[in-house]
């Protein structure tokens, strides 16, 4: 079965309890079973990743080179300056989907800045829960060569 795995940076363990009105009421708990769900109906199996340390998500993402098929990512504030990350990222030799909940383009002008983004296969934004949805779904398509 193909692997999908889910990778969540700093603070988003906060979810449902940081900034509601910037990332709604959804607990990341609440997030990981809609994806749960969502990866059933795709036909693949999901496993999730939180820290907030990045050298701990550097690992996990070396991790996936050979045990998914698929990454879908919200490195969180890591997103706008972490070049370990996108390098992890870049040597990936699957497919990475880079979500964010809220539209970091309406947001703090730094927030539109992201260096992972070049080394993605897509990114996903403003769309709350749905980004993360998306995101799988969009995954799943890339490593499946179908999108």
């Given at each position: ?24 009421a ?20 999901v ?94 398509r ?6």
């Amino acid at each position: 079965m193909e692997r999908v795995l889910v990778v969540n940076g700093p603070n988003l363990n906060l979810l449902g309890r940081r900034e509601p009105e910037v990332y709604g009421a959804s607990t990341l708990e609440e997030i990981e079973a809609a994806l749960t769900s969502r990866a059933e109906e795709l036909g693949v199996a999901v496993s999730f990743f939180q820290s907030n340390h990045e050298g701990a998500i550097v690992d996990a993402l070396q991790g996936a080179a050979g045990d998914a098929e698929a990454v879908v990512l919200n490195a969180g504030a890591l997103t706008h300056y972490s070049l370990a990350v996108r390098d992890a990222i870049a040597s990936l030799p699957v497919p990475v989907v880079e979500v964010h909940m809220s539209n970091v383009f309406a947001r703090e002008s730094f927030r539109s800045v992201s260096v992972i983004s070049p080394v993605c296969a897509g990114t996903i934004s403003g769309l709350g829960v749905d980004s993360y949805l998306l995101g799988l779904s969009a995954a799943v398509r890339l490593s499946r060569g179908s999108l």
